[in-house]
């Protein structure tokens, strides 16, 4: 287990984890680390706390005793070393002082009027990544100069993939948005460098698999491409969608969406396989250093006996894991525990089945997230409280399924209800799933609690929700995977998502959640790619309401060109508790969808409440992509 802090629900991302695992930083790392191994002995001064993750993520770098300045954390252990207090340094011995931290020049000079004049004193400043990859020069670890992230990326055996979002930054005033691009391959060697310019106003972006490779004159590959955004404004958080599309005789079409810059110890969600599937974990390391033997382990669900991996994987490279080889009995609706030990970011899982594939994501499970009694009692304002919105698709067509799934490592049960509506938000029924266990194996076909003829042709949606009416806990991290499939099984989609409270005036703990500042978020911007290559894009929008809200939505369809030029507007309106279908070749005229072009998308925007979505792509032949939407 990495000795990292990476993500705190109330504090947000970890900057400091950012500026030491960026890819350049840990090249200079590996230099610094050079140049200390003949600078010996070597004092750590660790004024931030800097020194665990430090030395966990670079064990090479040289540190013969640790100081700190702060008198209540002498004696503590980080790196392995005990920390002593920094009054010690000039009689311990050491002819180098390494600060653990950046913008350090308070403390070097406050060091260098201390020690003796022939102990050279340095800092992390040396290991800074370059000032042309930095949004704010003044001070380092701003987050806004560590909008990063990777993402799974493919151009083998037919298979492509092509990364889809929009400069949403130049909605919060930045104007010179660019993307320094690094692209691995599956042995973590690095196959290309670039960087892009980002539209100047809030237009679209692309990375293509097929294009970068015929760019590069690559050989076929299946890695990750690591993507860092500068300039940016507003947050520094990378979103995007991502395509897996097949080629000839690969005929799988599937749609995942951005990794969560965020190592976890634990990641849930994993589906076993059924009897003729197949199922991969997509293990890639976000590290310069390689995962060790044992370092990934997965477990079912609740059984709490790891398997693990005894191999090594090396630095940022990448391993298909078919489950089957650490957990070769189990079978679906059962599911599996990641235990990562936070040395990937949220990795992505492939279904194979009757020569098809599915890409789909795990969830990060979180850590010291307790029981909240407060869901249990939570006032009439509230309504219904947390929902996880997802669609019924056309049940005529479609098989619609969902598996709850635990997130949370303390969490032991989940009560849970199903609220069933149509397209016009009217109820059509209640389905109680219980008092689940944390190693259930309760999927539920929407088949087997809707009526004979209802959502045929248009499909609705459902909300999960708690019921404790056969007791159990709550800590409002509520998930699910919703799995939809052909009736005539040639193809099949699968996505998860989490709960939260929707359109409600109260707030409860950040609830109803907004994309940027305080809540309650109670406006939508939803970013929908448009199709391309015979391929149509689809939205199954959803109004959820925890409680009462507005009855209908006012919703504003917004097609944008590539550079964000906005060309025309269509409006729609949802109904409370309702969903719709939305087609953009079926509601704006070709000419305007030729107009916007291949990086053009929608913005779905709605001033008077919040919306959630499902988005993905169809093509003649029935071939379907589903998952959730991102917003800005």
Request: glycine fraction near 10%; aromatic fraction near 8%; hydrophobic fraction near 40%.
């Amino acid at each position: 287990m990495l000795d990292i802090q990476t993500f705190d629900a109330v504090k947000g991302g970890n900057v400091i984890y950012k500026a030491l695992a960026h890819p350049l930083a840990a090249e200079a790392m590996e230099r610094l680390a050079a140049r200390l191994a003949g600078m010996g002995p070597v004092a750590l001064f660790d004024p931030d706390q800097v020194a665990g993750p430090l030395l966990t993520m670079y064990p090479a770098l040289r540190a013969d005793a640790l100081f700190v300045q702060d008198v209540r954390q002498v004696g503590e252990t980080r790196g392995g070393l005990a920390a002593r207090p920094m009054t010690e340094i000039a009689a311990s011995g050491a002819r180098t002082v390494l600060v653990a931290g950046f913008d350090a020049q308070r403390h070097l000079a406050l060091l260098r009027a201390v020690l003796p004049a022939e102990t050279q004193v340095i800092s992390l400043d040396e290991a800074k990544i370059p000032e042309a990859r930095i949004t704010n020069p003044k001070r380092y670890l701003d987050p806004l100069n560590f909008a990063m992230n990777y993402a799974f990326f493919r151009e083998q055996d037919g298979l492509s993939t092509r990364l889809v979002t929009a400069n949403y930054w130049a909605g919060y005033g930045a104007t010179a948005v660019r993307y320094f691009l690094r692209l691995y391959d599956g042995a973590g060697a690095i196959l290309a460098e670039w960087e892009e310019a980002a539209p100047r106003g809030a237009g679209g972006v692309a990375f293509d698999s097929r294009e970068i490779s015929a760019r590069f004159g690559l050989s076929p590959f299946t890695g990750q491409l690591f993507i860092h955004a500068v300039g940016v404004a507003g947050h520094d958080v990378v979103k995007y969608a991502l395509d897996t599309i097949g080629a000839g005789n690969e005929q799988s079409l599937s749609c995942t969406h951005d990794a969560n810059a965020w190592p976890s110890a634990r990641f849930a969600g994993l589906p076993a396989p059924r009897a003729d599937e197949k199922v991969i974990l997509w293990v890639q390391n976000s590290h310069a250093t390689p995962i060790p033997v044992g370092g990934i382990a997965l477990d079912r669900m609740g059984a709490e006996a790891p398997v693990p991996l005894m191999e090594e994987i090396p630095a940022f490279a990448t391993r298909a894991l078919d489950v089957a080889e650490l957990l070769p009995d189990l079978r679906w609706p059962a599911q599996i525990e990641v235990r990562a030990g936070r040395h990937v970011v949220r990795p992505r899982y492939e279904v194979v089945r009757g020569g098809r594939t599915r890409v789909a994501h795990v969830n990060v499970e979180r850590e010291g997230l307790a029981a909240d009694p407060g869901i249990l009692t939570l006032p009439p304002e509230m309504g219904r409280g947390f929902l996880l919105p997802f669609p019924i698709l056309p049940r005529r067509q479609y098989r619609s399924q969902v598996l709850p799934t635990p997130m949370a490592e303390a969490e032991t049960s989940m009560p849970l209800r199903l609220d069933l509506f149509d397209g016009e938000g009217n109820p059509l029924g209640q389905h109680f799933l219980g008092n689940l266990p944390r190693d259930h194996d309760v999927m539920i076909d929407l088949d087997s609690v809707l009526h004979e003829g209802a959502l045929m042709e248009t499909g609705g949606h459902a909300d999960l929700v708690y019921d404790f009416r056969d007791g159990g806990e709550a800590n409002g991290w509520l998930h699910a995977l919703m799995r939809y499939e052909r009736r005539d099984e040639s193809h099949a989609a699968e996505t998860s998502f989490g709960g939260h409270i929707f359109n409600t005036l109260m707030t409860y703990k950040g609830e109803p959640q907004s994309y940027s500042g305080p809540p309650p978020g109670l406006t939508t911007r939803l970013f929908l790619k448009l199709g391309g290559e015979g391929r149509a894009s689809f939205s199954h929008l959803i109004y959820p309401a925890s409680g009462p809200w507005a009855e209908r939505s006012e919703t504003h369809l917004q097609l944008h060109d590539g550079e964000g030029t906005l060309i025309t507007e269509e409006a729609v309106s949802i109904a409370r508790s309702g969903s719709m279908l939305i087609r953009p070749d079926l509601i704006f005229a070709d000419a305007d969808i030729a107009k916007a072009g291949p990086r053009g998308y929608v913005l779905i925007r709605d001033r008077t409440c919040r919306l959630f979505g499902y988005h993905g792509l169809i093509d003649p032949e029935g071939r379907f992509s589903l998952d959730h939407m991102f917003g800005f």
